[in-house]
């Protein structure tokens, strides 16, 4: 039986993913994204970005109704929107700085606000791809 449903969720995926031909960018809970979604206001179509912090995912990324949660302050006030991952109304998803936590889910940033629910950032200095040029020499 769940061999048949998995079956049934990757075709799904694949129909989504060919149907889109866009590609999602890689990001995770606690990191900065910039989410372009379309607007259909009357006759015209816009994009408009909403920026802000990966709070949850649900369902992973190889499901084809996964979703997620991102959180932004506007006008002192925390606003945040729930986006389905393969939405044709999501044009594209851009990661802006990643984030360093330890949780699957940040609901406790609901409750801070102003430096408190600031999140490390994850810094990466080194390129993995080049050697440390202390082993080159040896």
């Given at each position: 039986m769940k061999n048949i449903i998995k079956e049934f969720e990757q075709s799904q995926l694949k129909i989504i993913k060919e149907a889109n031909g866009k590609s999602i960018a890689k990001f995770n809970v606690g990191d900065t994204v910039s989410v372009k979604y379309r607007i259909n206001e009357g006759g015209t179509i816009r994009i408009q970005a909403f920026n802000g912090i990966v709070i949850s995912r649900t369902k992973g990324e190889d499901h084809y109704s996964?979703?997620?949660?991102?959180?932004?302050?506007?006008?002192?006030?925390?606003?945040?929107?729930?986006?389905?991952?393969?939405?044709?109304?999501?044009?594209?998803?851009?990661?802006?700085?990643?984030?360093?936590?330890?949780?699957?889910?940040?609901?406790?940033?609901?409750?801070?606000?102003?430096?408190?629910?600031?999140?490390?950032?994850?810094?990466?200095?080194?390129?993995?791809?080049?050697?440390?040029?202390?082993?080159?020499a040896e």
């Open positions: 996964a979703t997620f949660t991102v959180r932004k302050i506007s006008s002192s006030i925390g606003v945040e929107r729930k986006f389905v991952l393969y939405s044709p109304l999501i044009a594209g998803v851009e990661l802006l700085k990643q984030g360093d936590v330890r949780r699957a889910k940040l609901y406790y940033l609901r409750k801070l606000t102003g430096k408190a629910s600031r999140i490390k950032e994850k810094l990466d200095f080194m390129d993995h791809s080049q050697q440390s040029p202390i082993s080159s």
